[in-house]
Every structure is written in C-alpha cells, then in structure tokens.
C-alpha cells in the first residue's frame, strides 16, 4: 500500500514537473523568440517622450527586464537591459588606423540598465540609463556653470575660453 502511494505520487510529481518545464519553455521561447533578452544604444536614441509602451518595446526590440514601480493613478517603471559595444584588437602602432579599426567585429559584453517611465496612460514621460544618472551631477555642475556665466556676461562680444595652464 505504501509502495502504491509513494509510486503514486512520484508520477504526478514527474507529471507536474514536466507541465511546468514546458510551460515555462513555451512562454521564455515565445520572448526570446519576439525580441532579444538585451536592447542597444542604437536603438535607445531612437524612443521618444510621447510614445506609446507598445511603440517603445517595437523601437527597442526587447522585453523589459523588470517591473519596478506600478501605480494605476501615476504609472510605471520598467527596466530594460542593453550592452556596450566595443572591439577588440591587439594593441599595434596600426590600432587606430581607420580601416583596421573598422575591420575589427564588435563585441558586446557590459551590462547597464535602461530605465523607462510611463505615465498612466501608457504614454513615455522619460528615460535615462545608470550611465547617465552616474554621471547627472557632473552634467548639473556645468549647465549651472554656463548658465551663471551666460547670465554674467551677456553682452560679451569677444568672450573666450582660457584653459589653465599645466605645469610640466
């Protein structure tokens, strides 16, 4: 009798397992299938504010990785997931000739995040990447610099530049 029950459950276990596995395959082949596990920067410069979520996933050619944020009153957050492009090449005094350069494959290997904001309506309000929020106080420090200068010598006629000069 124990036999029996232990047999018993050992074959729903396999068949339950096996539903699962399949499903699972079903659904992970129908997104890989659709669009690639990663995006790239080509196609980020691409996504516009105002577009539709549908319109961003068909620009992008990706699922979102995650679903950050969810709210039916403000919107939701995704995150997609994108690759830098680099090549590789052995470091010669012909390296950085432009046709040896440009024979070389790209490769991609550097994993950032995207992240997408959408108003409740679906509708893209803004964008920005883990690159770009690194280095966001850096962009900050010079626009409030070029605007404080810009607001200083507004009637400047021969402005210039002076870079600091380097002790050897």
């Known amino acids: 009798m124990i036999n029996n029950i232990k047999l018993y459950i050992s074959k729903i276990a396999i068949i339950c397992f096996s539903i699962l596995a399949f499903s699972n395959n079903v659904i992970a082949q129908e997104l890989t299938e659709e669009r690639p596990y990663y995006t790239s920067v080509d196609k980020i410069v691409l996504i516009e504010k105002g577009m539709t979520y549908d319109k961003v ?3 992008l050619k990706s ?3 995650k679903l950050l944020s969810f709210s039916e009153s403000k919107g939701m957050i995704y995150e997609f997931k994108y690759l830098l492009k680099s090549k590789r090449y052995k470091n010669t005094e012909d390296t950085f000739v432009y046709d040896n350069y440009l ?7 550097e994993e950032k995040s995207l992240y997408v904001f959408f108003n409740k309506d679906k509708e893209l309000e803004k964008y920005y990447t883990d690159i ?3 280095r966001s106080n850096d962009v900050l420090n010079w626009e409030n610099t070029l605007n404080s200068l810009n607001e200083k010598n507004t009637d400047c006629v021969d402005c210039k530049i002076v870079a600091p000069e380097i002790a050897e």
Do not use: S
């Open 103 to 109: 024979a070389q494959k790209d490769h991609y290997k």
């Open 57 to 59: 996933l068909d620009v």
């Open 132 to 134: 770009g929020q690194a």
């Open 63 to 65: 699922q979102p990785n």
